[in-house]
């Protein structure tokens, strides 16, 4: 079946540092591709999502590149924020039925200033 | 546009008694989604409403758990009885299509056995 595998958290940087989250994921076919985030006291928010091989998704300065070879999809930001401290979800779906989402375990992130 | 909403927020019971979640999806979304997150583990989806109907059901734990969507407006799951493994986070997400990554998601139940 599929599933995704996620760096173990928290993650703990300083302003200004570089981020990546590691992903990795096992799924038949051509899945596609996403990443969440959870603000505090908030729901889960699409960050950015790839749908195909060497897709790069995008978004208030985050990155993630579908690499089908080493099955990764890994969150990247050259310099966080504070504001950035969440809960980041990668997930996939396959596209078969009815694109239901299959998560990994989620990863913390504490930016400090 | 008001997003998907759920309540309660957070709900403590004893275990063997009832509890049911609510969501209102967003106005006109006909894909009314359940996921749930148990503490250190994956997201896990329950199941998938297209309208009043029941999808895909194949995520539900057991016949402990029931879920509907009367009218193919607001949804609830209702969880009789609880046990202590059910406590986790139960996120509701709605879209406007079938296969449509655009989810949006309400902020969570967060149920607490004890």
């Known amino acids: 079946g599929n599933s995704v595998t996620q760096m173990e958290g928290p993650v703990t940087l300083s302003e200004e540092a570089f981020l990546t989250i590691n992903c990795t994921y096992t799924?038949?076919?051509?899945?596609?591709l996403f990443w969440y985030v959870q603000y505090p006291g908030e729901g889960l928010q699409l960050l950015l999502k790839?749908?195909?091989?060497?897709d790069k998704g995008s978004n208030k300065g985050f990155e993630a590149t579908y690499r089908k070879e080493t099955t990764s999809f890994h969150l990247e930001k050259g310099s966080v924020q504070v504001s950035d401290s969440a809960v980041y979800f990668c997930a996939l779906s396959d596209g078969k039925g009815y694109s239901t989402l299959t998560f990994g375990k989620g990863t913390m992130l504490l930016v400090s200033p | 546009e008001a997003g998907v909403t759920q309540f309660p927020s957070h709900s403590v019971i004893e275990k063997g008694q009832t509890v049911t979640l609510r969501c209102d999806p967003i106005?006109?979304?006909?894909?009314l989604y359940w996921y749930r997150r148990v503490m250190g583990k994956e997201i896990k989806f329950l199941l998938h409403f297209v309208k009043e109907s029941k999808q895909d059901e194949s995520g539900m734990p057991n016949n402990r758990f029931l879920a509907e969507r009367t009218g193919g407006t607001y949804s609830t799951l209702k969880v009789q009885p609880a046990e202590l493994e059910d406590s986790g986070v139960y996120f509701c997400a709605s879209s406007l299509k079938t296969g449509d990554y655009g989810y949006t998601f309400g902020s969570g139940t967060r149920l607490t056995v004890v």
């Open positions: 790839a749908t195909k091989a060497d």
């Open positions: 799924a038949t076919g051509y899945p596609s």
């Open positions: 106005s006109g979304h006909d894909n």
